[in-house]
């Protein structure tokens, strides 16, 4: 399983921005996929989870400025990410189980400026 984040960066508060995940070597349709966030002094957390029907949770920091989103046929997880928080800034990763095994994404940095 190989799992690809890309499209962090760095923006201005208020600013949006897309992160994407492609996922390889798994059968993407039938699993829950997942962002964490990483940020500075604090532990790793769940930002956003949506299962393979589509339905989906978010931790409240983020309800109503963040969305996740997936393409099963392009076997792709995205996160857009709307009015953002200088609070946001952190290391985001995709993830997923299978099997009773943790499989993560390397990491995509975004910075939010103030």
């Known amino acids: 399983v190989q799992l690809q984040a890309c499209g962090g960066g760095l923006v201005q508060a208020g600013e949006s921005m897309r992160l994407s995940c492609a996922a390889s070597?798994?059968?993407?349709?039938?699993?829950?996929m997942s962002w964490y966030r990483r940020t500075p002094g604090r532990q790793r957390e769940l930002v956003a989870r949506i299962s393979s029907g589509g339905s989906t949770n978010y931790t409240d920091s983020v309800k109503g400025r963040f969305t996740i989103s997936r393409d099963n046929i392009r076997r792709r997880l995205y996160l857009q990410m709307n009015s953002l928080k200088p609070e946001d800034t952190g290391v985001y990763y995709c993830?997923?189980?299978?099997?009773?095994?943790?499989?993560w994404g390397q990491g995509t940095q975004v910075t939010v400026s103030s």
């Open positions: 070597g798994i059968i993407f349709k039938y699993i829950t």
């Open positions: 993830a997923t189980t299978s099997g009773n095994i943790d499989f």
